[in-house]
């Protein structure tokens, strides 16, 4: 009864934050574009199956390329097992404000019945996450380097966050080479972390905060045996996934007839990657639609086609994920099950998320 009443309760938050996000995206979209829902639903309805089509290899073969990156975070991992972790990771993420934390409790329940130990799983989420913000920080620079580079004038809001992004992503990877480098930096960070959980608990903090602090060094030294590895493989993965996206942008643009040239397709992909970090909505939705489509048309493109092309662009990237995810997870789950009953084993555990 108790586990029926938390999955109530999630699925209804789960329904509460797609609402919300399809709220934001119909009220936001159209005020700030000038165009009607109905032009938009004509256009992407115009265009034909066989463009779709392609589209949606475009999209599968970024995924492929993208498992490159888990597979290189987390030696071992298959890469059956690394699509499964990214489909069914944002399927649960997408459905929820601040959802990640979903996803990483699926992948981790994942993890471990594949027999991958915690800290070894702990290691690959640092690493993911830390290559995944970089190459956010580093999309914005690329964009501006391209626009000007086309003799292109970018707007102020453009370079100013251009600017504060590059100078963040080299702050940030500063700090990464010196924490991993550094054994004394490495323990300077680990007790700064002991002292403050001291602090916020003083009872039982001076126990937590040593395990927490002997736990981030162990999880260091894993990082750095793993990033000195698979460097290259993580950082090709990543630029690779990045310019499958850039490419997935562009030709939903050119199939719903706004023939935006490349640097313009960077400027919309580095802030679509950053409003979709946006916790308000479900993977940024609304505020990624609006603000893509809102810089697309400030570098000269027409209204009606570049919302089209953007939505069907988010589409592939965001919406596509939940049902195909959502489906990967029932196979997964019935694989599992019917493995266990082969070798006359329980199925172990069941996957829980939190409520």
């Given at each position: 009864m108790a586990r029926r009443g938390t999955r109530l309760r999630t699925t209804g938050k789960a329904l509460a934050a797609l609402t919300l996000g399809a709220a934001v995206l119909w009220w936001l979209l159209p005020r700030t574009s000038g165009v009607s829902w109905s032009e938009v639903a004509h256009l992407?309805?115009?265009?034909?199956?066989?463009?779709?089509?392609?589209?949606?290899?475009?999209?599968?073969?970024g995924l492929l390329v993208h498992s490159f990156v888990l597979t290189g975070a987390l030696p071992g991992l298959s890469?059956?097992?690394?699509?499964?972790?990214?489909?069914?990771?944002?399927?649960?993420?997408?459905?929820?404000?601040?959802?990640?934390?979903?996803?990483?409790?699926?992948?981790?329940?994942?993890?471990?019945?594949?027999?991958?130990?915690?800290?070894?799983?702990?290691?690959?989420?640092?690493?993911?996450?830390?290559?995944?913000?970089?190459?956010?920080?580093?999309?914005?620079?690329?964009?501006?380097?391209?626009?000007?580079?086309?003799?292109?004038?970018?707007?102020?809001?453009?370079?100013?966050?251009?600017?504060?992004?590059s100078a963040l992503l080299l702050v940030?990877?500063?700090?990464?080479?010196?924490?991993?480098?550094?054994?004394?930096?490495?323990?300077?960070v680990a007790g700064f972390v002991?002292?403050?959980?001291?602090?916020?608990?003083?009872?039982?903090?001076?126990?937590?905060?040593?395990?927490?602090?002997?736990?981030?060094?162990?999880?260091?030294q894993r990082i750095r045996a793993v990033v000195a590895r698979t460097w290259p493989q993580l950082t090709?993965?990543?630029?690779?996934?990045?310019?499958?996206?850039?490419?997935l942008m562009w030709a939903c643009l050119h199939a719903a007839?706004?023939?935006?040239?490349?640097?313009?397709?960077?400027?919309g992909l580095a802030v679509e990657r950053l409003l979709s970090l946006s916790p308000i909505t479900p993977g940024g939705t609304g505020l990624a639609e609006a603000g893509t489509a809102g810089t697309l048309v400030a570098l000269g493109a027409s209204p009606l086609p570049v919302v089209a092309g953007v939505l069907l662009y988010r589409a592939f990237t965001f919406v596509l994920e939940i049902p195909v995810g959502g489906l990967w997870l029932g196979l997964w789950l019935l694989l599992r099950a019917r493995t266990a009953r082969t070798a006359g084993a329980p199925p172990g555990p069941a996957v829980r998320l939190p409520a």
């Open positions: 992407i309805g115009g265009i034909a199956p066989h463009r779709l089509a392609g589209l949606a290899a475009l999209w599968a073969c890469r059956r097992r690394a699509l499964t972790l990214s489909l069914t990771g944002s399927a649960v993420s997408n459905v929820a404000p601040m959802g990640g934390a979903l996803g990483v409790a699926l992948n981790c329940s994942m993890a471990r019945t594949w027999r991958f130990r915690d800290r070894s799983f702990a290691a690959y989420l640092v690493v993911t996450n830390v290559w995944d913000v970089l190459a956010k920080l580093a999309l914005p620079l690329v964009a501006l380097v391209g626009l000007l580079t086309a003799g292109g004038l970018p707007t102020r809001g453009l370079r100013t966050g251009a600017i504060g992004a940030l990877v500063a700090v990464g080479v010196t924490v991993l480098r550094s054994d004394r930096m490495a323990a300077a002991a002292v403050l959980v001291r602090r916020v608990l003083p009872r039982a903090g001076a126990e937590r905060g040593n395990r927490l602090a002997e736990a981030l060094l162990q999880t260091r090709l993965g990543m630029a690779g996934y990045l310019t499958s996206l850039a490419a007839g706004a023939p935006v040239p490349v640097y313009a397709v960077l400027a």
